[in-house]
């Protein structure tokens, strides 16, 4: 099955020490997305690729960056996590209709 | 991307349906109405869209007012799987991404 695939899906890291989350499709959709979901909150967007096209919402940190180095992966690097930082992350696609698939997401704990 | 309006929880007995309302005043012409819900822990799912006319899949119906400032997503005969949190969403064809509310936590009791 389609589907979109992120690893791990729980990660552990220390303050301040850099972590990278990964997000791979098999949709071949041209649109990649990450979001952060805190507990008992929304999910929030950080930014999305539109194919090579970065786009970043305003008010992501910039401890926050991303890499997309094909169609069908997408990285998440937080530079210097701090304990606000735990979360959820959640990488999402969507192609020409418009409708996104969510992969499991990934839980980050910040000791 | 307009703003919605959902109730913070709902319950609905197991087998019965579940009508889920949501406000979206400020809609604009070319603003689509998206359902997600997101069982816990689990990564938001896509339910439903549309634009004016109602809609309906395998999952759930979908049924707009004819002024469009409110719309209404309906589980025909909800189970205990269905219990989640429901996210109505408006959202401009310009506009890639969603932008999430607080959402309508629907607990489905046996």
């Known amino acids: 099955d389609a589907m979109v695939i992120q690893n791990p899906r729980y990660q552990v890291t220390q303050f301040g020490k850099p972590v990278t989350l990964s997000c791979s499709q098999t949709?071949?959709?041209?649109?990649m997305y990450w979001y952060q979901q805190k507990s008992s909150q929304a999910p929030k967007l950080l930014f999305h690729y539109y194919d090579k096209d970065f786009n970043n919402e305003a008010d992501t940190p910039d401890n926050f960056q991303s890499r997309r180095p094909n169609t069908s992966f997408c990285f998440l690097d937080i530079r210097s996590p701090g304990l606000g930082d735990a979360a959820m992350y959640l990488c999402?696609?969507?192609?020409?209709?418009?409708?996104?698939?969510f992969g499991p997401g990934t839980r980050l704990t910040v000791l | 991307d307009a703003k919605t309006t959902q109730p913070p929880s709902m319950d609905c007995a197991e087998g019965r349906a579940a009508n889920l309302p949501c406000n979206h005043s400020?809609?604009?012409?070319?603003?689509?109405v998206y359902w997600y819900r997101q069982i816990h822990s689990q990564g938001p799912q896509y339910i439903i869209h549309?634009?004016?006319n109602n809609e309906t899949n395998e999952m759930a119906s979908l049924i707009i007012t004819e002024d469009r400032k409110s719309s209404t997503l309906i589980l025909p005969h909800a189970t205990l799987r269905d219990t989640a949190v429901y996210y109505c969403i408006v959202r401009d064809t310009g506009r890639r991404a969603l932008t999430f509310g607080s959402g309508t936590r629907l607990q489905v009791q046996p």
């Open positions: 949709l071949n959709h041209n649109v």
């Open positions: 999402a696609t969507s192609g020409i209709l418009g409708e996104q698939f």
């Open positions: 549309g634009l004016k």
């Open positions: 400020t809609i604009s012409g070319n603003e689509y």
